[in-house]
């Protein structure tokens, strides 16, 4: 299976602020990532795909980049309804896999 | 607008089978060229893909479940199911479906969710 390593695994961060996540995929997923949004009590929802695509209706301020191993995703102007947690999944391979989470809250 | 509702016993018992549905609504699972899967989530292990089905009926599934784990297709009724033998309670989790628009075997949209509690 790849491992996807996500860090951090929380922060807290100030509104207009930005942020920076970062997955480490245990071998090149070929950018086969994808980047989820978790608000709570809700289902995850897609906001980048292929490393770096945004998602249809996704506000411009959410990014992702990074290639072969090594990714991020970031929030440029950090907002309230921003708080969530944030998953990374890779598709490159089966089974399919996710980072661990980073949960984002407001200073 | 394509929008996924899973449905099913809230409760099983150990070492009963957990059998969950996902009903599909603004879209047809058998015209497109789309996976239709299920992911379950738990406080100990995070997120993690159960399996999922190719709209040709071809099923993929996670290698630490394989053995457990029955995915189909109802076309006439535009759902698919998730059959779970032998439950414990590291079952205990709450299930989603999801689409997935290859090379993504599952991603978007996900249903909103349904708890499944594994105990006596």
């Keep these: 299976d790849i491992q996807m390593t996500q860090s951090p695994s929380s922060l807290s961060a100030s509104v207009g602020d930005r942020v920076t996540i970062t997955c480490q995929a245990s071998q090149d997923i070929n950018n086969f990532l994808n980047w989820y949004q978790q608000r709570p009590g809700k289902a995850p929802k897609l906001l980048i795909y292929d490393a770096s695509n945004l998602e249809t209706g996704v506000p411009s301020r959410f990014s992702g980049s990074g290639s072969g191993t090594d990714f991020s995703f970031t929030i440029s102007s950090l907002q309230p309804e921003d708080i969530a947690t944030y998953y990374c999944q890779q598709y490159d391979d089966l089974p399919l896999t996710f980072g661990g989470g980073t949960k984002v809250e407001i200073k | ?120």
């Design chain 2, 1 to 120: 607008q394509l929008q996924l509702q899973e449905s099913g016993p809230g409760l099983v018992k150990p070492s009963e089978t957990l059998s969950l549905t996902c009903t599909v609504s603004g879209g047809s699972i058998s015209t497109t060229s789309y996976y239709w899967g299920w992911i379950r989530q738990s406080p100990g292990k995070g997120l993690e893909w159960i399996g999922s089905i190719y709209h040709t009926g071809s099923t993929y599934y996670n290698p630490s479940l394989k053995s457990r784990v029955t995915i189909s297709l109802d076309t006439s009724k535009n759902q698919f199911s998730l059959r779970l033998t032998s439950v414990t309670a590291a079952d205990t989790a709450i299930y989603y479906c999801a689409r997935g628009i290859p090379p993504a075997a599952a991603d978007r949209p996900w249903g909103q969710g349904t708890l499944v509690t594994v105990s006596s």
